[in-house]
């Protein structure tokens, strides 16, 4: 069935450090799109990524979908105390169908 | 209203006791999904609409779980002779169109059965 694994379920950083977060897919994905939630909230979108390869950037994110469209990366760079959250990817498939992956849950040490 | 309404925000439960969880989307959006989130977890799918029909109700864990969306518009997800497992955060979002695209979240309901 349709599935989305996430890794690291953890990620502890020292402010300033950078952070990634991976996701992949047992099959191929139509889209990508990754959402942050922060402790008590729920999820806020960020981004969708469409299209094989392809690499979009936000400021300090960074977001990646693989070349087979089965695998996405999430990377922040120099990350601050404000970047704390959960962040979750979600593929979406051709069936309009979404699966969440379950999550990396990021702490910043200032 | 400008989001994703949930109702109730929280909701208690005794075991066995039926509930029925409510969400209005943003007005016009085509797709509505139901998800359930356990404590640290990420949200698990339960079911997704499309207009009233409901293409896919493959995550309803069990037939204790039913949802509907009779109008298009407003869902509900209903809970019959809710177990203690069933605690978690009750996730609806919407979106605007078909096919995959940004999800609105609302504030979900919190399910504690007791």
């Known amino acids: 069935g349709q599935q989305v694994m996430q890794i690291p379920q953890y990620q502890h950083v020292q402010e300033g450090e950078d952070f990634t977060t991976y996701c992949n897919s047992s099959?191929?994905?139509?889209?990508i799109q990754w959402y942050k939630q922060r402790p008590g909230g729920h999820p806020v979108f960020l981004i969708q990524?469409?299209?094989?390869?392809e690499v979009k950037k936000q400021k300090r994110l960074t977001f990646q979908f693989g070349e087979a469209k089965k695998n996405s990366s999430l990377h922040i760079t120099a990350t601050q105390t404000t970047d704390v959250g959960t962040y979750f990817c979600?593929?979406?498939?051709?069936?309009?169908?979404?699966?969440f992956g379950a999550g990396t849950r990021l702490t910043v040490k200032p | 209203g400008a989001g994703v309404s949930q109702s109730p925000r929280y909701k208690v439960a005794k075991r066995g006791q039926d509930v029925a969880l409510r969400c209005d989307p943003i007005?016009?959006?085509?797709?509505l999904f139901w998800y359930q989130q356990a404590l640290g977890q990420g949200p698990e799918f339960l079911t997704y609409?499309?207009?009233?029909?409901?293409?896919?109700k493959s995550g309803l864990p069990s037939d204790r779980f039913f949802a509907e969306r009779p109008e298009g518009s407003v869902s509900t997800l209903k809970i019959q002779r809710t177990q203690q497992e069933d605690s978690a955060v009750y996730l609806c979002?919407?979106?605007?169109?078909?096919?995959?695209?940004?999800?609105?979240f609302g504030q979900g309901t919190r399910l504690t059965v007791v």
């Open positions: 979002a919407s979106s605007p169109i078909m096919g995959n695209t940004e999800a609105f």
């Open positions: 609409f499309q207009n009233e029909a409901q293409l896919d």
């Open positions: 990524l469409v299209k094989s390869g």
């Open positions: 007005s016009g959006h085509v797709s």
């Open positions: 979600a593929g979406g498939y051709n069936n309009n169908d979404m699966r």
């Open positions: 099959t191929t994905l139509s889209n």
